[in-house]
């Protein structure tokens, strides 16, 4: 399936520091299971919004190497979002052993086209976190400025 309705996004994201600092702080408290979350916005990256709060999520497979936002926690945040008039702005997921990029497991299952998609990688000497956009299977890196 196609998704040529989804806009083009920028090719930079701007995501506010005390925003990414709590995906980050969220990642290390569930280590060494993937903790996953959403990041809720005005609109679409697309549309011109702006991600405005994250919402730390449970991980219903409690996996060290995959991810499902429990059923629950996603849609009591879509209707909230939602009763707000906002939208899911960003899918987040960590990589407690590996690296900031998309697995082939998370480009396959991505069902938010308009959704940015943070992965933060725990790996290294210090966390790291990556944009990207997932469209049809294929995940193209974005720019992340820590604004």
Not at 39 to 44: R, T
Not at 89 to 107: E, G, K, R
Not at 118 to 128: C, K
């Amino acid at each position: 399936m196609t998704h040529d309705a989804v806009r083009p996004a920028p090719g930079v994201v701007d995501v506010p520091a005390a925003l990414l600092d709590a995906v980050i702080a969220h990642a290390v408290r569930e280590a060494p299971l993937e903790a996953c979350g959403l990041i809720v916005g005005s609109a679409s990256l697309a549309a011109g919004g702006r991600p405005l709060r994250y919402v730390a999520c449970r991980n219903a497979l409690a996996s060290r190497s995959r991810f499902s936002i429990d059923r629950r926690d996603l849609y009591r945040v879509t209707v909230d979002a939602d009763d707000a008039g906002e939208v899911i702005w960003a899918i987040v997921h960590s990589h407690p052993h590996s690296a900031a990029v998309p697995s082939s497991t998370d480009t396959g299952l991505a069902l938010y086209p308009d959704a940015v998609h943070l992965v933060v990688s725990l790996a290294g000497a210090s966390p790291e976190v990556r944009a990207w956009r997932v469209v049809d299977g294929t995940a193209t890196e974005l720019g992340l400025w820590r604004g």
